[in-house]
């Protein structure tokens, strides 16, 4: 079943919103970078969103980065949100969202000031904050949704499941509308775990590369609201897999990947010659490059591929998410202009020959409804996810266009 | 094919002292304060050692009933997909990776790995080669209906034939000031019903739970007081 997204709302290093973060995608340069210090004394760079909204008075005991992540996202949708509970029962309005820390952040500060001083920072709330549920609690309370409420942590592959959940909902008729993607923000724990595990580069990522040394973490968000309504852009599938190999090392062939863009393919009814891009989970470490290019090279050989990593940081639970609003923005897009690699240009020759998208390449022949994107989003434990987009096809095309010919994502004040 | 009920094939349960489904069932239906062991670990004798040896509690707290109740109903644990449903997920391996990084340690790469919510789907695909789906799911209170709307929406689907909804949390560290708890692990087969199953569950009985605050084990002992599992 296709499922129709109706609008986005995003925030990450690339931008404050939709359409900052388009403008940035298509015609400006990757964000710079500030930097963390971790516990052996590195200074190492990560993307970090530097403004975000303060939360209203009545959500102060939700009040932390990532639920003002959270809450940036939500702005952009609400007035959708609205439009939808008009005609939607709010107990058939579910909230599923992804993400690998959730507010950890202000667990971390906690834990500081109550082992330094004794007493806990007077904001803190570890159960509207941190506490895993807490995300989608705030965003259903925000949302006025009644219906089923939660949170999808699978560490890197979050949101990309959730986006997934949230299909199942609206196609098991538990739900009409589901408001879902993720959010993740940064945090000392992070920085740290993957900087042990000696994952981190000391410059920016650079994927593909025969020079990379590893990913940059990131934060931001993107909520989705999901419908069997109509729209440009619609989730048109996925599939799932695990490794069953190892618990931070994918399996080097590739394979669990490989299963999931071949289920995602089968979910989606299309054949590999239909999908035009694969945006990749690309985190520019060696395992992965090495294991996602096979990967792409069995099952989708022709398309088009680009990490859009180093332009927003690898933003663990909530990647899947911003990168399928990357997807969602390109397709959205009169010409259709994919979210292209960035790298230095030294293809690493030990990696398949794969067709790299590069600033500029277009693909207008998904305008049509016969081809498609994937996103892949690998997580620990071996965790898989491909999600299909493309826009309108069979019975959804001449639905929308007819009566929302200006409409697309983003903010209530006009187009990207 | 609209699916009209999913029906519970099995379950089992563990928890400190509570080592097998006979004793879980009988803790369900008279419930008594249970004391928890931190140092804990299931016997997992399904799982490798070198494995089980790096895996966390609360992973060992659901593999054992997963590998149990798979190997009672003669179904393979590759072929059965997970729905892994967690309050607090790895909350112990946090805090002391939180302890870590307050004292300027270095963070253990294994705790870490450890530390993710999901971390017992990983572990009990690596030792049952199943490399099926598998989603990780949190909601407060809620979070055993989470669990139970991820299962019904994957057999409805068909992406499905035979799911575990597995359910388990660790006691809650008392820096996190949330009322302490026992450890417990619990594993819940469904499957598509079938005529004549005694005691399908339709989308009704799902939807009502849908935000209820009902917990795994209370759920299990209404239906235990039905003789409906």
């Known amino acids: 079943m296709d499922v129709a997204i109706r609008n986005m709302g995003m925030i990450c290093a690339m931008g404050a919103d939709v359409s900052a973060v388009k403008a940035t995608l298509f015609y400006g340069q990757p964000p710079a970078m500030s930097f963390r210090t971790v516990v052996d004394g590195r200074r190492l760079p990560v993307f970090e969103v530097r403004e975000l909204p303060p939360l ?13 992540l959270a809450y940036a996202c939500f702005e952009q949708i609400a007035h959708t949100v609205d439009e939808v509970l008009e005609t939607t029962n709010p107990n058939r309005l579910g909230v599923v969202l992804g993400s690998s820390t959730s507010g950890l952040a202000a667990s971390e500060a906690a834990y500081q000031l109550m082992r330094a001083e004794g007493h806990y920072p007077e904001n803190y709330h570890f159960h509207s904050q941190h506490a895993m549920g807490s995300l989608a609690r705030f965003i259903a309370e925000l949302a006025g949704a009644r219906g089923p409420t939660y949170t999808v942590s699978t560490a ?42 000696g994952q981190l580069s000391s410059s920016r990522m650079n994927p593909l590369s025969q020079n990379r040394s590893g990913l940059n973490i990131g934060e931001g968000g993107a909520l989705f609201v999901l419908t069997r309504d109509a729209a440009d852009v619609f989730l048109w599938g996925g599939g799932e897999s695990m490794d069953a190999f190892h618990m931070s090392a994918p399996s080097p062939d590739g394979s669990g990947a490989a299963l999931a863009m071949s289920r995602a393919l089968e979910d989606a009814q299309v054949e590999a010659a239909q999908v035009a891009y694969v945006n990749l989970h690309g985190t520019a470490t060696r395992a992965n490059d090495s294991m996602e290019c096979q990967a792409v090279v069995a099952v989708v050989p022709d398309a088009y591929v680009a990490s859009s990593k180093p332009f927003v940081g690898h933003c663990l639970g909530a990647a899947g998410a911003i990168e399928a609003g990357l997807c969602c923005i390109s397709l959205a897009d009169d010409a259709c202009r994919l979210p292209h690699h960035v790298f230095d240009g030294q293809v690493d020759s030990a990696l398949p020959n794969l067709k790299i998208a590069f600033p500029g390449t277009a693909v207008p022949s998904v305008r049509s409804g016969e081809m498609c994107y994937l996103s892949n989003s690998f997580a620990f434990g071996g965790n898989n996810c491909t999600m299909v987009f493309g826009r309108a096809r069979g019975d959804n095309q001449n639905r929308w266009r007819s009566d929302h010919s200006d409409a697309v994502f983003g903010s209530s004040q006009g187009s990207v | 094919m609209s699916l009209a009920a999913i029906t519970i094939v099995d379950w089992s349960g563990r928890a400190f002292q509570l080592e097998n489904k006979s004793a879980f069932r009988n803790w369900i239906l008279s419930p008594r304060e249970l004391e928890d062991d931190p140092g804990y670990k299931p016997e997992c004798p399904d799982v490798p050692a070198r494995l089980r040896g790096k895996s966390s509690t609360l992973s060992r707290l659901v593999m054992a009933p997963f590998f149990e109740v798979t190997s009672l109903n003669r179904l393979h644990p590759s072929e059965v997909d997970l729905v892994f449903a967690s309050r607090y997920g790895e909350i112990r391996t946090l805090e002391t990776l939180l302890d870590a990084i307050y004292c300027f340690q270095p963070v253990s790469p294994l705790d870490f790995c450890n530390s ?114």
């Open chain 2, 116 to 229: 993710v919510h999901h971390t017992a789907t990983g572990y009990i695909s690596i030792a049952a080669q199943n490399r099926g789906i598998s989603r990780t799911v949190s909601a407060g209170e809620q979070t055993f209906a989470a669990g139970l709307m991820e299962c019904w929406q994957l057999l409805h689907t068909g992406r499905s034939e035979t799911v575990a909804l597995l359910v388990g949390d660790e006691a809650v560290p008392s820096f996190f000031d949330t009322p302490s708890r026992f450890a417990y692990g619990l594993a819940i087969l469904f499957q598509k019903s079938k005529a004549g199953d005694q005691f399908p569950i339709s989308l009704d009985r799902i939807q009502e739970v849908c935000n209820l605050s009902v917990s795994a084990t209370e759920w299990l002992r209404q239906r235990l007081k039905m003789s409906e599992v």
């Open chain 1, 156 to 197: 890197c592959s979050s949101s990309a499941k959730a986006m997934l959940s949230a299909r199942g909902l609206i196609e098991a008729d538990i739900c009409d509308v589901v408001i879902s993607g993720g959010v993740d923000s940064l945090c000392d724990l992070t920085v740290n775990g993957f900087g042990a595990l």
């Open chain 1, 56 to 68: 209203p008075d009545a959500y102060r005991l939700y009040d932390c980065r990532n639920n003002r």
